[in-house]
């Protein structure tokens, strides 16, 4: 059985794999896209986050039959030109990472919340932004980050 | 092997070598070899850059290029690489110990690319721990700057038969001789200057701090622009060509073993190209699952039938140690650790504020968001590589060796970032059960990926402790007894001797500032996975003895600052009582807590009640810390975290401050997660908990909105900040929700008891 995905523009042939494999598992071990993140399996933690028509969703709990014909997008998709976009360069400028794991997923989740909210409030930020976890705690800085990245997209 | 017994951060002696060191004891520091550091190692010699020294994980260079010592390369077309010797695990030392040999290199940030070493005998202390990365190399990196610096300019005093006084850098990677407007790029002269002796160790001039270009600059991690495009750069990104994908199921019971397994169903399953009991020394027994994807090993598991041995841990519960906690404390049994004074006379005495109280802290995991994992090569040649994200990669390397009965040597280790480490990955279980699961294919890559449950449910747990403490206050509000019967985890069964990462010190605060002192320890025996946890020891600890101040100055009428000074007294020096470790410098302790006090507004802005402020101070791993948190309780106990107010003394030079307060931030999360959600509880020998619904981690709008660092400068030497500002946050925020509702909380985690008031 084969099933077509496309992720990130380019639409991937993927011949015999289970359709109820999460798609996280697809892009990691058969695409090698490795920027998802596994962190919990339970859709809990938020660091597969992945945009599915631009929504943000978890790739850990979303069988691969779900999204046949949809788009997909990672976080190597993000910047297609290769240039950073506000919020990666924000992320950059404020050093917001420490270990750095979960930050593909919060950028996923950044990236949607300024595409519907492109000036979020302190709450708009803590609704988008409290599914993903940051075991290292740069929760203060992914705030800023958002914050610093709506306003230079905006200038 | 009891892991729990290690202790990764005790305080051996730092060899440093300062500018006082004549180059005789400069060079000798070489024969200390495997112990600490040796600098001269790094230095260029016959044998540090020998290709066949070490296995090649650290970049090799060309034939002109200008390597004074391993951890700097310029060739001649002027490409600067700095090595970064230790694992990154999000402390930022990738970025920091860098910054410091730039910094007397004398060359822009930019100018350089930093690349990320191996395990590499020749590059001195590979470990992620103790906050022990500034200390150790503060000194010995300047110095490497400073002679590859003092090399190009020799090189160019040469070349223009100048002399070396006449010549400056002026930190863009160039030589300038001002007087003929003469310049040479560093590259321009690596060539010449790989030809010239090392200078004499006198002759190596360190810059003045008040000229230093890049430290103390806010400096964004090296990684960042790879983070955030996704680019792989943790252990579980490793894609070696033919990789395969491995499992391992282990009883869920600590120490259990397979009796029998039925492997029929696993091997049928799509994907699944072999199912096998894994046995090894020091490896924990189970079945092991290769498949062609993570996903479908994964799947797998659930057609193993096993049948477990589950051995005598599985009488074990957590109910159960509290229980033998308080048979503890009705019969107190065994030595004292410590007796100053008369205890049971001081505290009988008339006319003082006594207090008694219980305190109880419980098993929590290290909850890394990337789960244990590692990638194994068995080579057809005998060697095996492996990609480890590694805490302490040398220790792993030697369980690993064991475990397969094969020489260190043979093995080559690379090292990964670390999607977080906080000490489980100090323990390197992972790295020899992948290496095991390897053996069965050789020539075929094969990634070990351990479950979230599997995370969680075999870690190497911050240890519970229950303590019993009492105190007495004088009328002139000093402290003149103090009494703690810690019960707390042996190394395991069978023995007295307490787990490393459970022990009170002798010499534990608020010793020797009490004239009264009385510690009890007892040791429970049991079967549970102990380690270090970010700020082993202290992180649990300060919370009772910091909230138990708290009640001895509440209940002598005093305010918690005030109480907490006179507690320390006039600034002094308190030697350690216990060999190799530090000295207690009241005044700097004293010091963290005014500007904390004073930070927070402590003493000018009143809250009402409903809100509150608690501070905590706590001295670990070199570094002073107090915090004042802020807080917001609703009638029907609903709490907010408003503001942390950290004040830190680290030493005379912040060396990077964004990543240092990006620590201190963390830090205050970690804490208030530690204290306010998490608890891992043992029923039945194992671990309840299993993913992130029941062991959670603090979320952003749990978070405080507001934390604020600042950093006390002393004339001191620098020291590390991963952990010293996360033992007195559980306190702190314990403080400040009594101050907003009158409720003392004395049970982890905070979020149990009911908070609501009127």
Same mark, same amino acid.
């Given at each position: ?23 996280l598992w697809v892009l990691r071990d058969h695409l090698n896209l490795v920027g998802t993140k596994y962190g919990c399996g339970q859709g809990l933690c938020g660091a597969c986050t992945i945009h599915l028509d631009g929504q943000p969703v978890r790739s850990c709990v979303l069988p691969l039959s779900a999204v046949a014909a949809r788009r997909l997008t990672t976080i190597e998709g993000l910047a297609p030109d290769g240039k950073q976009t506000p919020l990666q360069k924000a992320w950059c400028d404020l050093d917001v990472a420490q270990c750095g794991y979960c930050? =593909? ?17 302190? =709450? ?24 610093? =990245?709506?306003? =230079?997209?905006?200038? | ?81 700095i090595l970064a010797s230790n694992p990154e695990a999000g402390q930022g030392v990738k970025t920091a110990l860098p910054m410091i040999i730039v910094e007397e290199l004398d060359v822009a940030w930019e100018q350089i690319t930093v690349v990320q070493a191996g395990l590499d005998s020749r590059l001195g202390r590979q470990v992620a721990g103790g906050s022990r990365a500034t200390p150790t190399h503060y000194d010995p990196f300047r110095k490497l700057g400073a002679t590859a610096r003092a090399l190009l300019v020799s090189a160019a005093a040469a070349r223009w038969?100048? &002399?070396?006084?006449? $010549? ?15 310049? /040479? ?49 943790? #252990? ?6 033919? %990789? ?15 009796? *029998? ?74 030595? $004292? ?28 995991s290290h909850a890394n968001l990337e789960p244990q994992n590692c990638t194994a090569l068995f080579k057809e040649n005998g060697r095996i590589e492996i990609w480890a994200p590694s805490q302490a990669p040398q220790r792993g390397c030697d369980d690993t060796a064991k475990a397969l009965g094969i020489e260190t040597s043979a093995i080559t280790v690379h090292l990964t970032r670390m999607g977080g480490g906080f000490g489980r990955r100090l323990t390197n279980d992972f790295m020899a059960e992948a290496a095991v699961i390897a053996r069965s294919y050789p020539g ?25 403490? *009492? ?9 003149? /007894? ?108 004293? #010091? ?33 810390? /107090? ?50 959600? %998490? ?37 001191? &030497? ?41």
């Amino acid at each position: 059985m084969s099933l077509k995905l496309t992720v990130n523009g380019h639409t991937h042939d993927l011949e015999g794999v289970d359709p109820t494999t999460p798609v996280l598992w697809v892009l990691r071990d058969h695409l090698n896209l490795v920027g998802t993140k596994y962190g919990c399996g339970q859709g809990l933690c938020g660091a597969c986050t992945i945009h599915l028509d631009g929504q943000p969703v978890r790739s850990c709990v979303l069988p691969l039959s779900a999204v046949a014909a949809r788009r997909l997008t990672t976080i190597e998709g993000l910047a297609p030109d290769g240039k950073q976009t506000p919020l990666q360069k924000a992320w950059c400028d404020l050093d917001v990472a420490q270990c750095g794991y979960c930050q =593909a997923g919060q950028l996923m989740s950044a990236t949607a919340l300024l595409a519907r909210t492109p000036k979020p409030a302190d =709450a708009d930020i803590d609704s988008a932004m409290s599914g993903n976890l940051c075991r290292c705690g740069t929760y203060t800085r992914i705030r800023s980050a958002i914050h610093t =990245a709506a306003t =230079a997209s905006s200038t | 092997m009891n892991l729990s017994d290690i202790d990764p951060v005790t305080f051996p002696p730092v060899i440093e070598a300062t500018s006082a060191m004549d180059r005789r004891s400069f060079l000798k520091l070489a024969a200390l070899a495997g112990g600490g550091f040796a600098l001269a190692l790094y230095l260029r010699g016959p044998s540090a850059l020998a290709a066949d020294a070490s296995p090649a994980v650290t970049p090799a260079g060309a034939e002109g290029d200008f390597t004074p010592s391993l951890f700097i390369r310029i060739t001649p077309a002027g490409v600067i690489t700095i090595l970064a010797s230790n694992p990154e695990a999000g402390q930022g030392v990738k970025t920091a110990l860098p910054m410091i040999i730039v910094e007397e290199l004398d060359v822009a940030w930019e100018q350089i690319t930093v690349v990320q070493a191996g395990l590499d005998s020749r590059l001195g202390r590979q470990v992620a721990g103790g906050s022990r990365a500034t200390p150790t190399h503060y000194d010995p990196f300047r110095k490497l700057g400073a002679t590859a610096r003092a090399l190009l300019v020799s090189a160019a005093a040469a070349r223009w038969s100048v &002399p070396v006084n006449e $010549l400056n850098t002026p930190g863009d990677a160039r030589v300038v001789h001002t007087a003929s407007g003469r310049s /040479a790029t560093y590259g321009e002269l690596a060539t010449a200057a790989a030809a010239l002796p090392l200078p004499d160790e006198k002759s190596v001039v360190l810059k003045n701090p008040a000229d230093f270009r890049v430290m103390g600059r806010r400096i964004s991690g090296v990684d960042n622009p790879s983070i955030v495009k996704g680019a792989p750069l943790f #252990g579980v990104d490793v894609r070696q060509p033919g %990789q395969v994908f491995a499992t391992l199921v282990k009883c869920p019971v600590f120490g259990g073993v397979v009796k *029998s397994v039925s492997l029929d169903a696993a091997l049928k399953a799509p994907g699944v190209l072999a199912a096998f009991v894994v046995k090894a020394p020091g490896v924990a027994s189970g079945v092991a699952i290769v498949a062609r994807s993570t996903w479908q090993a994964f799947k797998a598991r659930d057609l193993l039938v096993i049948e477990w041995d589950e051995g005598r841990t599985a009488a074990e519960s957590s109910a159960g140690f509290a229980a033998a906690a308080e048979v503890a404390w009705k019969t107190p049994a065994g030595p $004292l650790m410590r007796n100053d004074g008369d205890f049971e006379k001081a505290f009988a005495t008339d006319g003082l504020v006594r207090v008694e109280a219980r305190y109880s802290y419980p098993f929590i995991s290290h909850a890394n968001l990337e789960p244990q994992n590692c990638t194994a090569l068995f080579k057809e040649n005998g060697r095996i590589e492996i990609w480890a994200p590694s805490q302490a990669p040398q220790r792993g390397c030697d369980d690993t060796a064991k475990a397969l009965g094969i020489e260190t040597s043979a093995i080559t280790v690379h090292l990964t970032r670390m999607g977080g480490g906080f000490g489980r990955r100090l323990t390197n279980d992972f790295m020899a059960e992948a290496a095991v699961i390897a053996r069965s294919y050789p020539g075929v890559p094969v990634q070990l990926a351990w479950t979230r449950a599997d995370d969680m449910q075999h870690d190497w747990y911050r240890p519970a402790g229950f303590h019993a403490l *009492s105190g007495a206050v004088d009328p002139a509000g000093k402290v003149v /007894a103090w009494s703690d019967h810690f019960v707390t985890f042996a190394a395991g069964y069978d023995t007295d001797k307490v787990a490393g990462v459970a022990t009170l010190r002798p010499d534990e605060f608020p010793s020797r500032l009490v004239p009264h002192c009385r510690i009890r320890q007892t040791p429970l025996p049991h079967g549970i996975p102990l380690g270090p946890w970010r700020a082993p020891r202290a992180s649990a600890q300060c919370f009772a003895q910091q909230s138990f101040i708290d009640e001895l100055a509440h209940a002598a009428g005093r305010d918690p600052v005030e109480f907490r000074l006179a507690l320390l007294g006039e600034p002094r020096a308190i030697p350690a009582e216990e060999k190799g470790a530090p000295v207690f410098d009241s005044g700097r302790m004293a #010091g963290v807590v005014r500007l904390a006090a004073e930070k927070s507004g402590w003493a000018t802005n009143k809250l009402p009640r409903g809100r509150g402020r608690g501070i905590a101070f706590h001295f670990s791993h070199l570094g002073y810390a /107090a915090i004042v948190i802020e807080v917001t309780v609703s009638n029907d106990g609903e709490l907010t975290i408003d503001r942390a107010v950290i004040a830190a003394d680290v030493g005379r030079q912040i060396i990077n401050p964004s990543g240092a307060e990006n620590q201190a931030e963390g830090s205050v999360v970690d804490g208030i997660s530690s204290s306010l959600v %998490q608890a891992v509880t043992i029923a039945a020998g194992r671990a309840e908990q299993s993913g992130f619904g029941d062991m959670p981690l603090l979320r952003l709008n749990q978070a405080p909105k507001i934390i604020e660092t600042h950093f006390l400068i002393t004339d001191n &030497p620098p020291t590390g900040l991963g952990e010293p500002v996360i033992p007195p946050v559980p306190p702190a925020l314990a403080n400040a929700i009594f101050s907003a509702t009158g409720h003392r909380v004395r049970d982890l985690p905070l979020n149990r008891a009911d908070l609501s008031w009127s």
